[in-house]
T-cell receptor, first 114, second 116 residues
Framework: AQSVTQLDSQVPVFEEAPVELRCNYS??????LFWYVQYPNQGLQLLLK??????LVKGINGFEAEFNKSQTSFHLRKPSVHISDTAEYFC????????????FGKGTRLSVIA | DAGVIQSPRHEVTEMGQEVTLRCKPI?????LFWYRQTMMRGLELLIY????????DSGMPEDRFSAKMPNASFSTLKIQPSEPRDSAVYFC??????????????FGNGTRLTVT
């Protein structure tokens, strides 16, 4: 079965600074990878996804993530954060074959400081 | 498209009482998921349905929890009797597909449950 580890539960960062949120996954088969974002008092929404092809994927709001198969990682980055990026970010994985739903990490709370 | 609709948004109840959480998925979505979010355990999948049929309920914590989907437009999650450790935010999500490859999961805004 697949699993996801988000190494940081909380990440504080100053406005306009770069940020990286780390995600590692484990699976015995090939996977699809996702990042979801949860703004305060809301449900999760898709930020970006990796299905195949280029290992660098771009999402909404200036975020991007890079799939690294050898390191089984899918870290999320943004070169300059805004106050409005304050939210919880979830990495998720699903296996390309089989009938198992998405598995989410525990989340990383990004706090952007003015 | 109104999105996934959950009710109530907040529920405060006393230990031992029955709690029913409700969800209306997006029309045409064949999959419906119930998740629980806590600080300690993050986002846990409790149960999911395909075409109104429960497929995997291995995440349901114990017999006090039950979920039903009587038709394609309505699902309930019931806790009876409720306990303080059930306090959490409960999310419902729907999708046309199981794994989100071609379409993401669409989440409701959640129900914040507090059991005193």
């Amino acid at each position: 079965a697949q699993s996801v580890t988000q190494l940081d539960s909380q990440v504080p960062v100053f406005e306009e600074a770069p940020v990286e949120l780390r995600c590692n996954y484990s699976s015995s088969v090939s996977v699809y990878l996702f990042w979801y974002v949860q703004y305060p008092n809301q449900g999760l929404q898709l930020l970006l996804k990796y299905l195949s092809g280029s290992t660098l994927v771009k999402g909404i709001n200036g975020f991007e993530a890079e799939f690294n198969k050898s390191q089984t990682s899918f870290h999320l980055r943004k070169p300059s954060v805004h106050i409005s990026d304050t939210a919880e970010y979830f990495c998720a994985v699903s296996e390309r074959v089989g009938n198992t739903p998405l598995v989410f990490g525990k989340g990383t709370r990004l706090s952007v400081i003015a | 498209d109104a999105g996934v609709i959950q009710s109530p948004r907040h529920e405060v109840t006393e230990m031992g009482q029955e709690v029913t959480l409700r969800c209306k998925p997006i029309s045409g979505h064949d999959y419906l998921f119930w998740y629980r979010q806590t600080m300690m355990r993050g986002l846990e999948l409790l149960i999911y349905f395909n075409n109104n049929v429960p497929i995997d309920d291995s995440g349901m914590p114990e017999d006090r929890f039950s979920a039903k989907m009587p038709n394609a437009s309505f699902s309930t999650l019931k806790i009876q009797p409720s306990e303080p450790r059930d306090s959490a935010v409960y999310f419902c999500a729907s999708s046309p597909y199981l794994r989100g490859r071609d379409s993401p999961l669409h989440f409701g805004n959640g129900t914040r449950l507090t059991v005193t």
